[in-house]
């Protein structure tokens, strides 16, 4: 199940960067067949680590703090952006 959950993350990503590839398109800039997938696999293996800290930190962390440092992380990145 965890795969599924990484797997999912680096679909989301993929698909972000989709609106990037397009606009490289429309400004006619190719990038080459290794550099994009080394791009996909580094987005892989962050989703991947992210995740992983995120299990790991929800079994310290007790109750239910780890919900609570979650939305406190999504709401700075919220103001800051």
Known sequence: MNWLIILAFAVSSSID??????SYGIRKIQIRMGPNILIAVICFLMSMAGISFGLWL?????????????????FLLLVFE
């Open 58 to 74: 929800s079994n310290i962390l007790p109750g239910m703090l780890p919900m609570i440092f979650g939305a406190f992380l999504l």
């Open 17 to 22: 960067n989709l609106g990037v590839g397009i």
